[in-house]
């Protein structure tokens, strides 16, 4: 994957993590229920990667969407 940070991070009330990041090429997640989520981007093209943590940091679920070849771009996340 060629991004690997997160560009917003937010925590809702319940303690919940929110990480949006945007990604290029391919990366796998593990996911607290044990399953390995996979993510693959075509070569020139850019998705938004939104993810939820619980308060220990383990991955409750990802996804990814928006692919674009003009420079996707996400910069923070809201939680209420």
Same mark, same amino acid.
């Given at each position: 994957?060629?991004?690997?940070?997160?560009?917003?991070?937010?925590?809702?009330?319940?303690?919940?993590?929110?990480?949006?990041? =945007?990604?290029?090429?391919?990366? !796998?997640?593990?996911?607290? $229920?044990?399953? /390995?989520?996979?993510?693959?981007?075509?070569?020139?093209?850019?998705?938004?990667?939104?993810?939820?943590?619980?308060?220990?940091? =383990?991955?409750?679920?990802?996804? !990814?969407?928006?692919?674009? $070849?003009?420079? /996707?771009?996400?910069?923070?996340v809201c939680t209420?």
């Open positions: 994957i060629k991004a690997e940070y997160a560009k917003g991070v937010s925590v809702d009330p319940s303690g919940n993590i929110f990480c949006v990041a =945007d990604i290029k090429g391919s990366m !796998s997640i593990n996911l607290l $229920s044990g399953e /390995t989520k996979t993510i693959t981007i075509e070569e020139g093209f850019a998705e938004i990667l939104v993810m939820k943590l619980n308060s220990s940091g =383990d991955v409750l679920w990802a996804q !990814s969407f928006g692919k674009s $070849s003009n420079g /996707t771009s996400v910069q923070e209420d």
